[in-house]
């Protein structure tokens, strides 16, 4: 299973809301897909877990934010952003990155 079906299919196991993945294809040198959902604070430091039981320690480079309202997870060529609803609405990536092509 390829690093992206995985942290996808975690997500999904913990019921994140508003899923979306936007592939940057080689348009950025330092990833290829952006991960946005919108959790709350129990599902953010799940997902940290669950993404660390699934990934194998070398695919998970960097966490940002733990435990807060924007965590942010570098798995290499996949960047995982995990906000709050109030957060996501704030920052609006989703808007921002209206011209990235959305594979989910």
Not at 8 to 33: A, H, N, Q
Not at 57 to 85: P, Q
Request: glycine fraction near 4%; proline fraction near 1%.
């Amino acid at each position: 299973m390829d690093k992206i079906n995985a942290i996808i299919e975690t997500l999904e196991d913990l019921k994140v809301k508003d899923l979306k993945v936007y592939d940057f294809g080689k348009t950025s040198p330092f990833y290829d897909y952006f991960v946005i959902a919108t959790v709350n604070e129990r599902q953010g430091s799940a997902a940290i877990n669950h993404l660390k039981q699934k990934l194998t320690l070398d695919e998970i480079k960097n966490v940002e934010g733990k435990g807060g309202t924007w965590v942010l997870i570098d798995c290499n060529e996949v960047i995982v952003h995990l906000f709050t609803e109030d957060q996501r609405q704030y920052y609006d990536f989703d808007k921002r990155l209206m011209d990235v092509k959305q594979i989910r």
